[in-house]
Each structure stands twice: as C-alpha cells, then as structure tokens.
C-alpha cells in the first residue's frame, strides 16, 4: 500500500534562518506531488506542484521554493525565513492517469517563525 | 484561472440534523473534477466524495451527497444525519480533467452539536 511521510511535524525557526521541508511517498510510482500551506481564513493554498523529478510549478511567488531530487520525494526550501512564512504545510501525492483523482495527505508541519 | 469559493467560514448544526455546506467555482474548461475534504482536529485530510462533471448524477456516499449544478458552477455538499465526529474543516476543491493542479477553498469549519 502507498504511504506518504512528512516530516517534521513541528518546527519553530527564527526570523532569516533556512527552511527545508521533506516529503516522501512509498508504494507508487511518478506521482503528482504537491505542497500546500495552511494559514488562518486562508485555506489550503497551492504553493508548488510536480509532475515529475525536477519538474517543478511555482504558483505562487513567495520566499519558498521546491525541488524533486528523487521520485518519491518532494523538498520545501527557504534561504531566508519571513514571519509570514509561518503556518501549517502539508504534501500531498496523487497518482499519475485516468481514475486517479484522489490525492493523499502527510501529517503536516507546523512551522512556527519568531 | 480556476477558483474555489466557500462563503461560509463557520456552520454549526445539532446532532441528528442535516446540513448544507456551500461552494462555488469558476473555470473555463468544460471537464474536471470536484472533491468535498474533511479535516478534522487531527488535520488529517480526508476524501468525502467525488464529483466528475461529465455526470449528471450527483454522487453520494452514505450520509453525505451533492448538489452538482454544472450551469451555475455550484457544487453543495449535505450531511444528513450529522453526527458529534463529523466536526471538522471542510474543503471544496477542483481539478481539470487535463490539469495536474488540486485547488482549494478556503474551508467551512463546522461544528456538530450534541
């Protein structure tokens, strides 16, 4: 069976220090990997998407990038962390081809920047 | 671009009692797909239910169904008999047919009452 995994679960990081979230899957192969960021009144907002290693779709312009070294696995990086960069990320897989509609979410990370 | 609205931040209802959850959307393409996502206090994400448009019939899934309406780019969620655990975030969410973009609402918190 597919598994995902996220880690860490909580992080707290001061302002201007470096970020790197990682997201792996188990059990599948190629799949579509997202990253999402969770904030109060704000929902799950796509952050960054990927169809494949080293393909990566930014929506949305931010201090945040992503990377997919492997193809399973799935990073969310920062050189430099904003306050505003707190809030709760989650990675989500989704397998590849007709019928496979649903996407599978890791526990999260809460990310706390002070 | 595609939208996903959700114009109730909060919805209570008692137990025993059913429940509308609201979601709009916009998008140009004609096929894709529509998902309803729980979320309770853990924030695991879960599947609810699924909508492909290209069906006229509303999905269901137990106590929970849809009110698809295509021509107005609606796509209601009920919950009938609700039930102390389903208490949770719910997410509205869309995905083209020929897209590999998962976009969400910004969530209805809903809180069931004993």
């Not at chain 2, 969410?93 to 009452?113: C, E």
């Amino acid at each position: 069976s597919q598994t995902i995994h996220q880690w860490p679960a909580t992080l707290v990081q001061p302002v201007g220090s470096p970020l790197s979230l990682e997201c792996t899957v188990e059990g599948t192969s190629n799949p579509n990997l997202y990253w999402y960021r969770q904030a109060a009144g704000r929902g799950l907002q796509l952050l960054f998407y990927s169809v494949g290693i080293g393909q990566i779709s930014s929506e949305v312009p931010q201090n945040l990038s992503a990377s997919r070294p492997q193809d399973r696995q799935f990073i969310l990086s920062s050189k430099k962390l904003l306050l505003s960069d707190s809030g709760f990320y989650l990675c989500a897989w989704r397998g590849q081809g007709e019928g496979h509609t649903e996407a599978f979410f890791g526990q999260g990370t809460r990310l706390t920047v002070v | 671009a595609q939208t996903v609205t959700q114009s109730q931040p909060e919805m209570s209802v008692q137990e025993a009692e059913t429940v509308t959850l609201s979601c709009t959307y916009d998008t140009s393409e004609n096929n894709y797909y529509l998902f309803w996502y729980k979320q309770p206090p853990s924030r695991q994400m879960i599947l609810v239910i699924r909508q492909e448009a290209y069906k006229q019939q509303n999905a269901t899934e137990n106590r929970f169904s849809v009110n698809f309406q295509k021509a107005a780019k609606s796509f209601s969620l009920k919950i009938s008999d609700s039930q102390l655990g389903d208490t949770a975030m719910y997410f509205c969410a869309f995905m083209g047919y020929n897209t590999d973009k998962l976009i969400f609402g910004t969530g209805t918190r809903l809180q069931v009452f004993p």
